[in-house]
């Protein structure tokens, strides 16, 4: 078996409900990609892409800037680095 986009889209449509807010989707989501990974182990790396994205959404500035200060030290250690 393997992650299928179908199938995670159907267990989040099963859980919506009138009045939904932006967050309980975002929560519902992960949910239905973490109860899937004792089926399929893939789904850990869904579930975690989908965390990743509500972090990034909600903190857009500090994550980038996070990567580019780490990407500036581990350059300046080795030139080689692009």
Do not use: F, H, W
């Not at 199938?7 to 519902?28: C, H, K, M, Q």
């Not at 959404?57 to 200060?69: F, G, H, K, S």
């Amino acid at each position: 078996m393997e992650c299928s986009a179908d199938d995670l889209l159907n267990g989040v449509v099963a859980r919506l409900y009138e009045g939904i807010t932006e967050s309980e989707l975002d929560r519902a989501r992960v949910m239905v990609a973490r109860q899937r990974i004792e089926r399929e182990p893939d789904y850990t790396k869904v579930a975690t892409r989908l965390m990743l994205d509500i972090l990034y959404r909600r903190e857009p500035t500090r994550c980038t800037t996070e990567v580019d200060e780490k990407q500036i030290r581990i350059r300046s250690c080795d030139p080689r680095i692009v």
